[in-house]
């Protein structure tokens, strides 16, 4: 399970929304309530609007990072 839906369940647990969700085409997960999967989509949402993308970096000879 990927961090982004553990962090979901345990939050959405805590507000009583129902976490039980079914396997559908082998690997994609769907929640059974559709509140509930509307939720995760909104909170993937949101996460992905906070994420940032790190600039590639090198470690110098010496052992220190560098970009």
């Known amino acids: 399970m990927d ?8 939050w959405a647990y805590k507000q009583g929304l129902d976490v039980d969700y079914v396997c559908v085409s ?8 559709a509140d509930t999967h509307r939720a ?7 996460r992905a609007e906070i994420c940032v993308e ?4 090198e470690i110098h ?3 220190d990072f560098a970009s």
């Open 3 to 10: 961090n982004v839906r553990k962090e979901f369940q345990d």
């Open 61 to 63: 000879p010496s052992g």
């Open 40 to 46: 995760f989509e909104i909170w993937k949402a949101s």
């Open 26 to 33: 082998g690997h994609f997960k769907c929640f059974c309530v």
């Open 54 to 57: 790190l600039p590639e970096f």
